[in-house]
């Protein structure tokens, strides 16, 4: 008994001397881009789990390639039989709005949940933009954050000169939040401005959702514990802080929640719905900026959003309240 309880006692005091002299350890649990669930899902074949898509790749830089899926609006279901990758580009000039879909951690584009929102967005009438950044899925290189957003940046950049003046979209779900509200940010530093930008299950800065961890949560009553998790997402270049952006952003901004989200709390959500309303007033566009919640009943947590019942008309809502 004593043997179990001192390799117990070893192993839980190892953990913060393994972080601080591997600090890579706590950025690939935070990409967690090794786990490429589902694993049977050929994403050259999107066709096997989504209908009308067509799989790409494109090269932010030298010596990445990422894979990009292009899911057509229902409406052009019919156009599109036997129809080219050519064909497809030129399908986004035609009018109708473009998402580009920045998923979180874990897994890659084919998940199951991240599908469901497409089917529906499809349906609703949207291009829908899939990416796998860096390092997951099939993309090669390693993740970062800075890697990450220049993807996101690169896609948009794809996306605007194909859409013939289209509204192009930036939806984020957790992790892709801040790739979302980075590439934003970016966009607007260069004079610009991203047409309209959803958040999923959005986190204030990342080091609080780690500290809100079950596992970290282990680990919070010992002295320094917190500051030496801060101090790694610092060595390893990872901030990701959305309060931060949105303290600067101009662009119409939708914040969708679950009031049940057992990864990102839902005061998160809140907190940047208020950051983001204050810092419109400013600038006189607080009436672009809107948070939909999402009650505990419904069971939607952190990843099924897609399954609202209202989703559609919520978004196409705010198309026509914000897109206009």
């Given at each position: 008994?004593k043997?179990?309880?001192?390799?117990?006692?070893?192993?839980?005091?190892s953990?913060?001397?393994?972080?601080?002299?591997?600090?890579?350890?706590l950025?690939?649990?935070?990409?967690?881009?090794?786990?490429?669930?589902?694993?049977?899902v050929?994403?050259r074949?999107?066709?096997?789990?989504?209908?009308?898509?067509?799989?790409?790749?494109?090269?932010?830089?030298?010596?990445?390639?990422v894979?990009?899926?292009?899911?057509?609006?229902?409406?052009?279901?019919?156009?599109?039989?036997?129809?080219?990758?050519?064909?497809?580009?030129?399908a986004?000039?035609?009018?109708?709005?473009?998402?580009?879909y920045?998923?979180?951690?874990?897994?890659?584009r084919a998940?199951?949940?991240?599908?469901?929102?497409?089917?529906i967005?499809?349906?609703?009438?949207?291009?829908v933009?899939?990416?796998?950044?860096?390092?997951?899925?099939?993309?090669?290189?390693?993740?970062?954050?800075?890697?990450?957003?220049?993807?996101?940046?690169y896609?948009?950049?794809?996306?605007?000169?194909?859409?013939?003046?289209?509204?192009?979209?930036?939806?984020?779900?957790?992790?892709?939040?801040?790739?979302a509200?980075?590439?934003?940010v970016?966009?607007q530093?260069?004079?610009?401005?991203v047409?309209?930008?959803?958040l999923?299950?959005?986190f204030?800065?990342?080091?609080?959702?780690?500290?809100?961890?079950?596992?970290?949560?282990?680990?919070?009553?010992?002295?320094?514990?917190?500051?030496?998790?801060?101090?790694?997402?610092?060595?390893?270049?990872?901030?990701?802080?959305?309060?931060?952006?949105?303290?600067?952003?101009?662009?119409?901004?939708?914040?969708?929640?679950?009031?049940?989200?057992n990864?990102?709390?839902?005061?998160?959500?809140?907190?940047?719905?208020?950051?983001?309303?204050?810092?419109?007033?400013?600038?006189?566009?607080?009436?672009r900026v809107?948070?939909?919640?999402?009650g505990?009943?419904?069971?939607?947590?952190?990843?099924h959003?897609?399954?609202?019942?209202?989703?559609?008309?919520?978004?196409?809502?705010?198309?026509?309240?914000?897109?206009?």
């Open positions: 008994m043997k179990v309880v001192s390799f117990l006692l070893t192993a839980y005091v953990v913060p001397v393994l972080l601080y002299l591997f600090p890579w350890i950025s690939y649990a935070i990409f967690s881009h090794l786990l490429r669930f589902p694993y049977w050929d994403l074949r999107p066709q096997d789990v989504l209908n009308h898509t067509c799989n790409f790749y494109l090269s932010p830089e030298e010596g990445v390639s894979g990009v899926w292009h899911t057509l609006p229902v409406s052009q279901w019919e156009a599109a039989a036997g129809r080219d990758l050519d064909w497809y580009q030129e986004l000039g035609d009018g109708r709005p473009v998402i580009i920045l998923h979180g951690n874990l897994g890659t998940i199951r949940h991240r599908v469901e929102l497409v089917k967005l499809s349906a609703a009438g949207y291009h933009l899939s990416l796998d950044y860096r390092g997951f899925g099939d993309s090669s290189g390693e993740p970062s954050e800075a890697g990450l957003t220049n993807d996101a940046l896609l948009h950049h794809w996306a605007k000169t194909r859409s013939r003046g289209s509204l192009v979209c930036l939806w984020g779900h957790s992790l892709g939040s801040r790739v509200t980075n590439a934003a970016k966009i530093e260069q004079g610009s401005a047409d309209a930008l959803i999923e299950a959005a204030t800065r990342i080091g609080e959702v780690v500290a809100s961890n079950r596992l970290a949560k282990l680990y919070m009553f010992l002295p320094g514990f917190e500051s030496l998790l801060w101090s790694i997402l610092e060595r390893i270049n990872i901030s990701f802080s959305n309060d931060k952006n949105l303290q600067t952003l101009s662009s119409p901004l939708l914040i969708l929640h679950a009031e049940d989200d990864i990102v709390p839902f005061h998160m959500g809140q907190k940047l719905y208020q950051i983001s309303l204050r810092a419109q007033r400013e600038s006189e566009t607080s009436d809107q948070m939909i919640s999402y505990a009943s419904l069971g939607l947590s952190h990843s959003i897609s399954s609202a019942p209202d989703l559609a008309d919520v978004v196409r809502d705010y198309n026509d309240k914000s897109w206009h």
